[in-house]
């Protein structure tokens, strides 16, 4: 069981805007930054948010993030059928003395 | 650009030993915060081992005292030695780096390589 917890599955029909969340505790969120990872089938994870809510060069400003207390959150408007994709949060843990990931929020585009 | 890759995954009995390698361009190991990352059949992301600029070493409770992470500069590389594995190792390994400092995002990612442990 992870420390970090995310939704295993969110969907959202073309154009819509979806939100993923992402709840930790004071050892990883709660006193560290977020970061946000996309990964499509059979392909290495991309970064797609840092520091709770900066997009790295090439990113589309559609993604957005957003951290409160032990809690964060990704948002993807604009729906797109490229966005279908599993997405992480992580964040340092000073317990684990490293970085936890969430367990992953499988994003269906119906 | 940026560039890693690993190598070294196979299929290996349980109990047996594996080394994973991950050889990076375009950037210093020696500089970087550089880590092992690995996704399980059906399971998310789960980090394992971390080897700092510094040289200092970092393990998930799940591999320590089995792994073991190491650089060597002249080559660039970083690797994972994988003994007493068990069926639970299986999964595909990623290296990933990060610049700044220990608790930095991962920049960058390798393709990964599958570890198969099974009899």
């Known amino acids: 069981q992870s420390l970090v917890t995310q939704p295993p599955s969110a969907s959202g029909t073309p154009g819509q805007r979806v939100s993923i969340s992402c709840s930790g505790s004071?050892?990883?969120?709660?006193?560290?930054?977020v970061n946000w990872y996309q990964q499509f089938p059979g392909t290495a994870p991309k970064l797609l948010i840092y520091s709770n809510s900066q997009r790295p060069s090439g990113v589309p400003d559609r993604f957005s993030g957003s951290k409160s207390g032990t809690s964060a959150s990704l948002a993807i408007s604009g729906l797109q059928s490229e966005d279908e994709a599993d997405y992480y949060c992580a964040a340092w843990d000073g317990s684990l003395n490293g970085p936890v990931f969430g367990g992953g929020t499988k994003l269906t585009v119906l | 650009e940026v560039h890693l890759v690993e190598a070294g995954g196979g299929l290996i009995q349980p109990g047996g030993s594996l080394r994973l390698s991950c050889a990076a361009s375009e950037f210093s190991v020696s500089s970087s915060y550089m880590s092992w990352v690995r996704r399980a059949p059906g399971r998310g992301l789960e980090w394992v081992s971390m080897i700092y600029s510094g040289g200092s070493t970092n393990y998930a409770d799940s591999v320590k005292g089995r792994f073991t992470i190491s650089r060597d500069n002249s080559k660039n590389t970083v690797y994972i030695q994988m003994n007493s594995l068990r069926v639970e190792d299986t999964a595909v390994y990623y290296c990933a780096g990060a610049f700044g400092s220990s608790d930095s995002p991962f920049d960058f990612w390798g393709q990964g390589t599958l570890v198969t442990v099974s009899s």
């Open positions: 004071t050892s990883n969120i709660g006193s560290n930054s």
